[in-house]
T-cell receptor, first 114, second 117 residues
Framework: SQTIHQWPATLVQPVGSPLSLECTVE??????LYWYRQAAGRGLQLLFY??????ISSEVPQNLSASRPQDRQFILSSKKLLLSDSGFYLC?????????????FGPGTRLTVT | AQTVTQSQPEMSVQEAETVTLSCTYD???????LFWYKQPPSRQMILVIR??????QNATENRFSVNFQKAAKSFSLKISDSQLGDTAMYFC??????????????FGTGTRLQVTL
């Protein structure tokens, strides 16, 4: 079965520091991968998606970047964090599970920028 | 562009009762997928139920069922025999079919459901 991992689970970083969040997927090949951000009490905002290694599409101009160095690895980065980067970050993958095309989410990373 | 609207920010239901969460969407597509996701306090997003637009039969997963009205662009979630563990934020989401590129989910703003004793 497919599983998706994210780490770290929680992160507190000062303004201006770098960021690296990692997401890996197991049990599937060539998945579409996504990074979402959720502000407290709000819905999900799609940040980036990727259809393959090295292929990144950005949905929202921002202080963040994404990379996909391997088929099942997706990384969210920043060179200098802003206070507004605080939030809950979710990685997701989509693909066929049996005959159903679905999207599944990782456990998320809670980022607090101080 | 697609939009998804959840008009009920908060709802409450007593344990063992039935509750219906509303969702409407706007699209020009004929084929698409609709989903309900549950986000408990742990904030893990959990897929509850899916519906393919080309299927007329409403999807059912145990105590969860949907009322899919394609012409009205409505996709409500019914939870029967509500349990305390159903307390969560519920998100309705729309996805166009996969056509070789990434299929992005468009989410509603969510409905916070509280199940009480």
């Amino acid at each position: 079965s497919q599983t998706i991992h994210q780490w770290p689970a929680t992160l507190v970083q000062p303004v201006g520091s770098p960021l690296s969040l990692e997401c890996t997927v197991e049990g599937t090949s060539n998945p579409n991968l996504y990074w979402y951000r959720q502000a407290a009490g709000r819905g999900l905002q799609l940040l980036f998606y990727s259809v393959g290694i090295g292929q990144i599409s950005s949905e929202v101009p921002q202080n963040l970047s994404a990379s996909r160095p391997q088929d099942r690895q997706f990384i969210l980065s920043s060179k200098k964090l802003l206070l507004s980067d605080s939030g809950f970050y979710l990685c997701a993958w989509s693909g066929y599970v049996g005959s159903n095309y679905e999207q599944y989410f990782g456990p998320g990373t809670r980022l607090t920028v101080t | 562009a697609q939009t998804v609207t959840q008009s009920q920010p908060e709802m409450s239901v007593q344990e063992a009762e039935t509750v219906t969460l509303s969702c409407t969407y706007d699209t020009s597509e004929n084929n698409y997928y609709l989903f309900w996701y549950k986000q408990p306090p742990s904030r893990q997003m959990i897929l509850v139920i899916r519906q393919e637009a080309y299927k007329q039969q409403n999807a059912t997963e145990n105590r969860f069922s949907v009322n899919f009205q394609k012409a009205a662009k409505s996709f409500s979630l019914k939870i029967s025999d509500s349990q305390l563990g159903d307390t969560a934020m519920y998100f309705c989401a729309f996805m166009k079919p996969w056509t070789g590129t990434a299929s992005k989910l468009t989410f509603g703003t969510g409905t916070r459901l509280q199940v009480t004793l």
